[in-house]
């Protein structure tokens, strides 16, 4: 997390400097969006589809997290070096370095449509103009932590599309609804940490424009909302008990981190943030599975 010591400075031996880059981009939270690409997928395929089919998305989509990340450190470099949170940043890597990651991840998605159906292909370009514009939309809306729920809102779509080759079918869009309000909700969250600095340097933050007690309360219905869609995900897709279980569990974890919340200390935000919600999607993503397969 945050406050982790950081290995080594910029410079050392190349195994410590992938192992910063990494935390740079924080790739552990890679597991907020990666299920539900793969819930998405399975349900699409009704169970495994081609081995490039799976390799393709998956290329895809640890390509396109990376650039999204790597690209929001190199836009917000001098911004995080303001923030006592994020200052640590700029010792894990240099500017230069966040931005040859970013084109290295785009290179990378690149490599996994090559495996995907053209309709992927078509949608390439408007899903990187969202997932590298949300670096930018904190400096002119409080509603860029929306913007971030739709750049991961994309993954279920893209998952399906690679599988069947269309987007008529209204499953993917019920769970990519739910993952856009689900990420909303978080978001708001983990940005309450950074409130004074956003105040402070002029940033658009929602906490810093509406303050710490309405954002809690639209994040509560933002999760509220985001489990109505898991609900109607799994009817539309005749999911059965595992994953009603799942669903079951999740909601109770999501009541949990509201709780959490009420602490108000950065390790409660924390663990609300990463620790709950990685553990929301990897449920779904096992409720899917077992309904498939059970």
Request: hydrophobic share 55%.
């Amino acid at each position: 997390m945050e406050g982790e010591q950081i290995v080594t400075s910029v410079g050392s031996h190349p195994s410590i400097r992938i192992a910063n880059l990494l935390r740079l981009i924080k790739f552990s939270h890679t597991l907020f969006a990666l299920p539900f690409a793969l819930a998405s997928m399975l349900v699409a395929a009704r169970g495994l589809p081609t081995a490039s089919i799976l390799g393709g998305i998956l290329v895809c989509m640890v390509g396109a997290r990376t650039a999204a990340m790597a690209f929001n450190r190199y836009v917000d470099w001098e911004i995080d070096q303001q923030n006592p949170r994020t200052a640590e940043r700029s010792r894990l890597a240099s500017r230069w370095e966040a931005l040859a990651l970013c084109l290295g991840g785009l290179t990378l998605f690149g490599s996994g449509l090559l495996l995907l159906n053209g309709l992927c292909r078509l949608l390439a370009l408007p899903a990187i103009v969202i997932i590298l514009g949300y670096s930018y939309a904190k400096r002119f809306t409080s509603f860029c932590h929306a913007l971030l729920g739709l750049a991961l809102g994309l993954a279920p779509l893209g998952a399906w599309a690679a599988v069947r080759g269309e987007l008529t079918s209204v499953a993917p869009y019920l769970l990519a609804a739910s993952v856009l309000s689900w990420t909303f909700g978080f978001d708001l969250i983990y940005s309450l940490q950074d409130r004074e600095v956003d105040l402070r340097l002029g940033l658009h933050s929602f906490p810093a424009r509406y303050g710490a007690a309405t954002t809690l309360r639209v994040a509560q219905i933002l999760h509220g909302a985001a489990w109505v869609g898991w609900v109607a995900f799994g009817l539309q897709a005749n999911l059965s008990g595992a994953y009603w279980l799942a669903c079951a569990i999740a909601g109770a974890a999501l009541l949990y981190e509201h709780r959490l919340c009420r602490k108000k200390d950065g390790r409660a935000l924390n663990v609300a943030f990463f620790e709950v919600n990685v553990a929301v999607s990897l449920l779904l993503l096992l409720g899917v599975i077992g309904s498939l397969w059970l």
